[in-house]
């Protein structure tokens, strides 16, 4: 089906999301294992909605990749940017590179080619290599890493922004440190990704007022990096980031969970308001990603979010001080009701598709087939070491 993708967005007639046509996150939330209701990772009450200054709670600012309407996304100017415009926090993706370096790149730019210009994965590439890259976009900065973002809201004046990491739900994974015995495609091992963000953590010194635990937020796509939080960060908050309604309904049953959701499944008529009342009920933050216009950005403020993922936090931020003002009458427009109704359709037909693929009994087979190269790719690495 990823294969198909461009053919799929040529004959559209609307813009398909490249995330429905992603066959390896179906696969890894279908793989997922049952979820742990005895979760003991921590509620983040520094992410609800805050009180303005007339008393009001609205919203949180979250800069999606920085401040990507007007810097280069997910780099330190993006960054610095979004904390300089005034957002609360800073929403990124996380990658690993060949040699073990976690780096801060869109979660489905598993190459260099859309921003950097170079048609090669960043697993395949080394920190030194990247680190030397440039995006096309002016002023052409590299690609930073997790330490390096981390390093600079340690720094004095930053303490108050804090940090929503989206974690991979699947990277192509060809390790090739010491041995010749590479399993092709085999997938980023996830206890990996979250060992190699924990030790990133730990190696950066946090803020003299406030640790780490208390500025970062940990989302996860499938329920299968829950116990992998609670071994390799205890004590940080989880938030679970989504399209479909129905499977993020799972997560509440687990305790202190947070939700980032795709905007337009939470403006659906009935499943939407429904999910919302019972995540509030719960006592459970709710973010929506990604919001642009005006008048959904009106939208997400009137529904009582706790966060609103932006790409623009400036222009957020003046829609707060209006709605503050009263201005608060919400147009949305035959296009943008479309927009919503086309995306909804396509998450219900697709998700149906991958869903019947790989959770049914052909999906058991693919990962039980998985299972078993791993097995043998893990007993040669033994032999050979022996």
Avoid at 50 to 77: D, F, S, V
Avoid at 193 to 205: F, G, K
Wanted: charge should be positive; hydrophobic fraction near 40%.
């Amino acid at each position: 089906m990823e294969a198909a993708a461009p053919l799929i967005q040529k004959v559209s007639p609307l813009p398909v999301p490249p995330f429905l046509l992603n066959e390896h996150l179906y696969e890894s939330l279908a793989e997922a294992p049952p979820l742990d209701t005895t979760n003991t990772q921590p509620l983040s009450p520094w992410t609800f909605a805050r009180k303005r200054p007339t008393g009001e709670k609205l919203p949180q600012t979250i800069a999606h990749r920085g401040y990507k309407a007007k810097h280069p996304e997910n780099t330190m100017g993006a960054f610095r940017g979004a904390v300089k415009a005034g957002a609360h926090a800073i929403e990124t993706d996380v990658h690993l590179t060949k040699d073990d370096v976690v780096v801060l790149s869109h979660k489905q730019d598993a190459t260099l080619k859309r921003c950097f210009g170079k048609d090669e994965k960043i697993i395949n590439c080394t920190w030194d290599y990247i680190s030397q890259q440039r995006t096309l976009a002016i002023p052409h900065e590299p690609m930073p890493r997790l330490r390096d973002l981390l390093q600079f809201l340690a720094s004095p004046g930053v303490e108050d922004t804090w940090l929503l990491l989206d974690i991979k739900v699947h990277l192509p994974f060809l390790h090739q440190k010491r041995q010749a015995l590479i399993l092709p495609q085999l997938d980023n091992d996830a206890n990996e990704v979250m060992r190699l963000i924990a030790h990133t953590v730990s190696s950066v010194p946090p803020s003299p007022h406030k640790p780490w635990n208390q500025r970062i937020v940990l989302g996860c796509w499938a329920a299968k990096f829950l116990p992998l939080c609670s071994k390799h960060l205890p004590g940080f908050a989880i938030s679970h980031i989504g399209f479909s309604l129905s499977y993020a309904r799972q997560f509440l049953s687990v305790p202190n969970v947070s939700f980032n959701i795709l905007q337009k499944t939470l403006i659906s008529p009935y499943f939407g308001p429904r999910f919302l009342q019972d995540a509030k009920a719960k006592g459970r933050p709710v973010f929506d990603w990604t919001v642009n216009e005006e008048s959904m950005m009106r939208w997400s403020i009137s529904k009582g979010l706790d966060g609103v993922i932006t790409d623009d936090p400036k222009k957020f931020l003046e829609v707060c001080d209006d709605w503050e003002r009263g201005e608060r009458e919400i147009v949305i427009t035959w296009k943008q009701w479309l927009i919503v109704l086309w995306i909804q359709l396509m998450v219900l037909i697709f998700g149906s598709i991958f869903w019947w693929k790989y959770g049914g009994k052909e999906g058991q087979k693919r990962r039980e087939k998985k299972g078993r190269q791993a097995m043998v790719f893990s007993s040669k690495q033994n032999g050979t070491s022996q």
